[in-house]
């Protein structure tokens, strides 16, 4: 029996347990998630200038590859506990990293991570009006820690031992939370700071809902799914460097990008009755009244958060008066 206080056996089991379950939370976020994408709230199929194809594909996509894993982690398991005659039994089995299985099931979480924080890079470079200058230092995270990940994966096929990979790992999954942190930051940065700049204009609401501010709570609710998720991989990896074939974030994260979706959906619907354009699919332009001798009537102040969606920003102008 192994020493060690978290065996691979057993790790093998929980992961199974966790990733099943995240699996099935999945299968309904997805279902959901292209509803939202695909159908209006009043249950018409949108136009096709109407669909973000590109949050469509990466939730295809990112829903295939966990799809695939869990094929794949069914598959390692059988073929550990009940198909191997080696040495050391499922244990022996389970440490070859190099295994044709093992490997597949780490490209694919490279995969999904890749797509996940590239969806949080671009939604960070919509959100400041497609400033490139502004995500210069996350994007740089992004190919660091996709390079990271990639070099684990090879020394893992070449090498097959666990201590190869803690120097490529260790950045990998430290960098994937520096750049989670940083975008959700920036993001959220930015959504405060248009909602402070409509105080400060003496804009009001009407009904009274903040709604820019709901749409922060649900980004960093979701953001910290991620986040945690992943300070959980890093802790466990660190600790018993058996936890990282069980890669069950692969579920995860889809699901805390589809959930912005489905929330941010669930807020615009809730909030029909006082806003006559959404704000999370089309620019809004606040009209402020400047009462002030000698200015203009009104000026605009546009807003463009298009990205919560993935669509391509309107460049028609839309108006919404609060009153």
């Not at 018409?44 to 695939?68: C, E, H, N, P, Y």
């Not at 959906?265 to 606040?286: L, N, V, Y």
């Amino acid at each position: 029996m192994s020493s060690s206080p978290f065996p691979i056996a057993s790790s093998k089991i929980a992961g199974l347990f966790v990733e099943s379950t995240c699996y099935g939370m999945l299968l309904i976020t997805v279902a959901y998630g292209l509803r939202v994408l695909l159908w209006s709230c009043n249950g018409q199929f949108k136009g096709r200038a109407s669909i973000s194809w590109v949050m469509v594909g990466a939730t295809l996509a990112m829903f295939v590859i966990s799809t695939i894993e869990m094929a794949l982690k069914i598959r390692n398991d059988l073929d550990a506990f009940v198909d191997y005659k080696g040495l050391g039994g499922a244990t022996g089995a389970f440490l070859d990293v190099s295994d044709w299985i093992q490997v597949a099931r780490t490209a694919g979480y490279n995969l999904q991570t890749s797509i996940g924080d590239g969806i949080m890079v671009y939604r960070c470079y919509v959100v400041y009006d497609r400033n490139w200058r502004i995500i210069v230092v996350p994007v740089l995270l992004w190919l660091v820690t996709t390079a990271c990940g990639w070099m684990a994966l090879y020394m893992e096929a070449t090498f097959g031992t666990a201590e190869r990979l803690v120097p490529f790992v260790t950045p990998f999954l430290a960098l994937t939370l520096a750049l989670t942190t940083m975008t959700t930051g920036m993001v959220v940065y930015r959504i405060l700071d248009i909602n402070a700049d409509l105080v400060s204009h003496n804009v009001s609401r009407v009904g009274g809902g903040p709604k820019l501010t709901r749409i922060v709570r649900i980004l960093i609710e979701c953001g910290a799914l991620y986040t945690i998720s992943v300070v959980i991989l890093l802790c466990t990896f660190l600790g018993s460097k058996n936890a990282l074939s069980d890669v069950w974030v692969v579920q995860l994260i889809p699901i805390s990008m589809i959930l912005i979706i489905i929330r941010v959906d669930q807020c615009k619907a809730a909030g029909t009755s006082t806003f006559q354009i959404s704000a999370i699919e089309r620019p809004m332009t606040f009209i402020v009244e400047s009462g002030m001798p000698g200015s203009d009537a009104s000026r605009g102040i546009t807003v463009s958060m298009s990205d919560f969606h993935g669509s391509q920003t309107d460049t028609s102008n839309h108006d919404v008066s609060f009153v």
